[in-house]
């Protein structure tokens, strides 16, 4: 059925579709958005990489951690940020909005042009964008934006372009080559694992399974593509002047590491824990965040209708089954690695959206809901602990949320038609809360960066490379981190370094005799049980947060300081 889309229907999606580039670029620059740890080790071999003046060898001081991914997502830092001379975090991670922004484009197109309807086309977009994991990894400094984006693109140039795209023997093949090349370069080669199998696949259904004419006729065209792509990717060992290392600590570290058991067995790892393959399996629902009822549900509804599935949808759900299949050999599993097939699953959603049903979509409501009530809670919490920090803006937000939420579950007309942007609305909510942690309470003020400017500055660290983040709040010291796993004492720290950042309870108290030079609120990542039940209780500003104190010791061994090794490395 032809749905036509009246104009304040056009105007409703337009406006939405604005909303969500809005959430996406607001607070980009904040060291509190949703992220992945491995922000920090990547800015950290874009900053070294572009202080060496070259693009090859990659640099970094991290122990075993230079050549972990290929070069083109440090190329890319090193481009947004002009060689390191803009070095912060919105120039950093600007480039991975746009991917994600082209990636919902190409969600956009391929959703109209499979069901004809432009309806659908916003529908698909709004929820790829509504999307957790897309929030989450589509932001920061990550691979994860231009790998989606790159092999996104080949099924997408398949699927647009379908059958004068499968039926092209040579131009066709080649461009997807070029295209699955750069993603490799972007990841690993062995992302051409699945491709490669999903290619094969996809040529095989589209001859609807004739095997000879397949062989005769396609056979040759995934390998065409595939040494092409390959070609591209080592184009890394013909340029990098240490190919030695690239083999060693990208081919057999990185990628083959990953095959091992890491301290337990294999198949215990397989079928218990939280890298197991039970917790791949909810991987593609927990990736949607707020929208993974609908997400589930679109599985139900793909099952029952398994005989009515066009070729198209077939496709679709070929790619999602290969990287499942494909990413529960590892030893290592996460949701994580199933990202690259959320764009098809976006498109799904919009193809099925209407048969979809409402109380599933209800449900999304009311989680929305929750959210926004556990946020609204904290911040009263934190209002009535530092007057004044949070304005009409976040109030407005989450109300005008609620509101909509509220409209949407009264109304089934219309409940379709928000519930995207309620989660869009809910994300924006987020940032607009954490948005007081990078103000003149969470960073140090100006005369304090001025105070270590060109001096030493120990910080604490829990990741690898975590000392990097603070090189954004002090970024004229020299910036090195001390492991939070030895468990100094405030007095065994001042007897080790000069200047050192400490953090501690809201009532903590500092080293003995130490002078503090700055101090900023900063937000725990890691709360007991038993503080949890204290928030839940009202005590939220206690434990949800500490205080970062920046502090000169004149008890400082300089005998100790000297033979001191950083401990985030």
Same mark, same amino acid.
């Given at each position: 059925?032809?749905?036509?889309?009246?104009?304040v229907?056009?105007?409703?999606?337009?406006?939405?579709?604005a909303?969500?580039?809005?959430?996406?670029?607001?607070?980009?620059?904040s060291?509190?958005i949703?992220?992945?740890?491995?922000?920090?080790?990547?800015?950290?071999?874009?900053?070294?990489?572009?202080?060496?003046?070259?693009?090859?060898?990659?640099q970094?001081?991290?122990?075993?951690?230079r050549?972990?991914?290929?070069?083109?997502?440090?190329?890319?830092?090193?481009?947004?940020?002009?060689?390191?001379?803009?070095w912060?975090l919105?120039?950093?991670?600007?480039?991975?909005? %746009?991917?994600?922004?082209?990636?919902?484009?190409l969600v956009f197109l391929l959703?109209?042009? $499979?069901?004809?309807?432009?309806?659908?086309?916003?529908?698909?977009a $709004?929820?790829?964008?509504?999307?957790?994991?897309?929030?989450?990894?589509?932001?920061?400094?990550l691979?994860?934006?231009p790998?989606?984006?790159?092999?996104?693109?080949?099924?997408?140039?398949?699927?647009?372009?379908?059958p004068?795209s499968?039926?092209?023997?040579w131009?066709?093949?080649l461009?997807?080559?070029?295209?699955?090349? %750069?993603?490799?370069l972007?990841?690993?080669?062995a992302l051409?694992?699945?491709i490669?199998?999903v290619?094969?696949?996809?040529?095989?259904?589209?001859r609807?399974?004739?095997?000879? #004419?397949?062989?005769v006729?396609?056979?040759?065209?995934p390998?065409?593509?595939?040494?092409v792509?390959?070609?591209?990717?080592a184009l890394?060992?013909?340029?990098?002047p240490?190919p030695q290392?690239?083999?060693?600590e990208f081919?057999?570290? #990185?990628?083959?590491?990953?095959?091992?058991?890491?301290?337990?067995?294999?198949?215990?790892?397989l079928?218990w824990g939280?890298?197991s393959?039970?917790?791949?399996?909810?991987?593609?629902?927990?990736?949607?965040?707020?929208?993974?009822?609908?997400?589930?549900?679109?599985?139900?509804?793909?099952?029952?209708?398994?005989?009515?599935?066009?070729?198209? #949808?077939n496709?679709?759900?070929?790619?999602?089954?290969?990287l499942?299949?494909?990413?529960?050999?590892?030893?290592?599993?996460?949701?994580?690695?199933?990202?690259?097939?959320?764009p098809?699953?976006?498109?799904?959603?919009?193809?099925?959206?209407?048969?979809i049903?409402?109380?599933v979509?209800?449900?999304?409501?009311v989680?929305?809901?929750?959210?926004?009530?556990?946020?609204?809670?904290?911040?009263?919490?934190?209002?009535a602990?530092?007057?004044?920090m949070y304005?009409?803006d976040?109030?407005?937000?989450?109300?005008?949320?609620?509101?909509?939420?509220?409209?949407?579950?009264?109304?089934?007309k219309a409940?379709?038609?928000?519930?995207?942007?309620v989660?869009?609305?809910?994300?924006?909510?987020?940032?607009?809360?954490?948005?007081?942690f990078?103000?003149?309470?969470? /960073?140090?003020?100006?005369? /304090?960066?001025?105070?270590?400017?060109?001096?030493?500055?120990?910080?604490?660290?829990?990741?690898?490379a975590?000392?990097?983040?603070?090189r954004f709040?002090?970024?004229?010291?020299?910036?090195h981190?001390?492991?939070?796993?030895?468990?100094?004492?405030?007095?065994e720290?001042?007897?080790?370094?000069?200047?050192?950042?400490l953090?501690?309870?809201?009532?903590?108290?500092?080293?003995?005799?130490?002078? %503090?030079?700055?101090?900023?609120?900063? %937000?725990r990542?890691?709360?007991?049980?038993?503080?949890?039940?204290?928030m839940?209780?009202?005590?939220?500003?206690q434990?949800?947060?500490?205080?970062?104190?920046?502090?000169?010791?004149?008890?400082?061994?300089?005998?100790?300081?000297?033979?001191?090794?950083?401990?985030c490395?």
């Amino acid at each position: 059925m032809n749905r036509r889309l009246g104009g304040v229907s056009l105007l409703w999606y337009v406006l939405a579709l604005a909303l969500a580039v809005v959430t996406y670029f607001y607070g980009l620059d904040s060291q509190h958005i949703p992220k992945n740890g491995d922000e920090y080790p990547y800015a950290h071999i874009t900053r070294l990489t572009a202080a060496s003046g070259h693009l090859l060898p990659l640099q970094s001081e991290l122990d075993g951690m230079r050549n972990t991914k290929p070069p083109l997502l440090f190329w890319q830092g090193i481009e947004s940020t002009h060689w390191g001379q803009d070095w912060d975090l919105w120039h950093l991670r600007y480039p991975s909005v %746009i991917y994600t922004l082209l990636t919902a484009m190409l969600v956009f197109l391929l959703a109209r042009k $499979l069901s004809g309807q432009l309806e659908d086309g916003f529908v698909a977009a $709004l929820t790829f964008l509504a999307f957790f994991s897309t929030y989450r990894y589509g932001r920061p400094f990550l691979v994860n934006p231009p790998e989606v984006f790159w092999f996104f693109l080949p099924f997408f140039t398949l699927l647009y372009w379908r059958p004068f795209s499968f039926e092209s023997r040579w131009m066709v093949p080649l461009l997807l080559g070029v295209e699955i090349g %750069i993603g490799l370069l972007y990841k690993s080669f062995a992302l051409l694992a699945p491709i490669g199998l999903v290619l094969v696949w996809w040529y095989l259904h589209q001859r609807q399974y004739r095997w000879r #004419e397949f062989l005769v006729q396609d056979s040759f065209k995934p390998v065409l593509t595939g040494i092409v792509a390959l070609s591209l990717f080592a184009l890394w060992f013909a340029l990098d002047p240490d190919p030695q290392s690239v083999w060693r600590e990208f081919v057999v570290g #990185e990628n083959a590491g990953k095959f091992e058991a890491h301290g337990g067995s294999y198949w215990m790892k397989l079928l218990w824990g939280g890298s197991s393959i039970w917790a791949l399996l909810l991987g593609y629902p927990m990736n949607a965040g707020l929208l993974a009822f609908p997400v589930a549900a679109l599985f139900v509804v793909a099952y029952r209708r398994r005989y009515q599935l066009v070729a198209t #949808e077939n496709m679709l759900w070929i790619w999602m089954i290969v990287l499942f299949v494909v990413f529960a050999v590892p030893s290592q599993r996460s949701a994580r690695y199933l990202l690259e097939a959320m764009p098809g699953v976006a498109v799904l959603c919009a193809l099925n959206w209407q048969r979809i049903p409402r109380w599933v979509f209800m449900l999304t409501l009311v989680a929305a809901g929750a959210v926004l009530a556990l946020l609204v809670f904290l911040a009263r919490s934190l209002q009535a602990e530092a007057a004044g920090m949070y304005g009409w803006d976040f109030w407005l937000l989450s109300g005008a949320t609620l509101a909509l939420a509220l409209f949407g579950l009264l109304s089934a007309k219309a409940i379709r038609n928000v519930v995207n942007v309620v989660a869009l609305l809910t994300l924006l909510a987020l940032a607009v809360f954490l948005r007081p942690f990078d103000g003149a309470l969470g /960073t140090y003020s100006e005369a /304090t960066q001025e105070y270590v400017q060109n001096k030493d500055v120990w910080v604490s660290c829990n990741f690898r490379a975590h000392d990097e983040g603070q090189r954004f709040l002090l970024p004229k010291a020299r910036v090195h981190g001390y492991d939070e796993g030895w468990n100094l004492t405030p007095d065994e720290l001042a007897a080790r370094y000069k200047l050192f950042a400490l953090q501690l309870p809201l009532n903590g108290e500092p080293c003995t005799g130490c002078k %503090i030079i700055g101090q900023r609120l900063d %937000i725990r990542g890691r709360q007991s049980s038993q503080e949890l039940q204290a928030m839940l209780k009202g005590d939220v500003f206690q434990h949800l947060f500490v205080k970062e104190l920046l502090v000169e010791s004149p008890n400082a061994d300089i005998n100790v300081l000297n033979a001191n090794k950083e401990g985030c490395r």
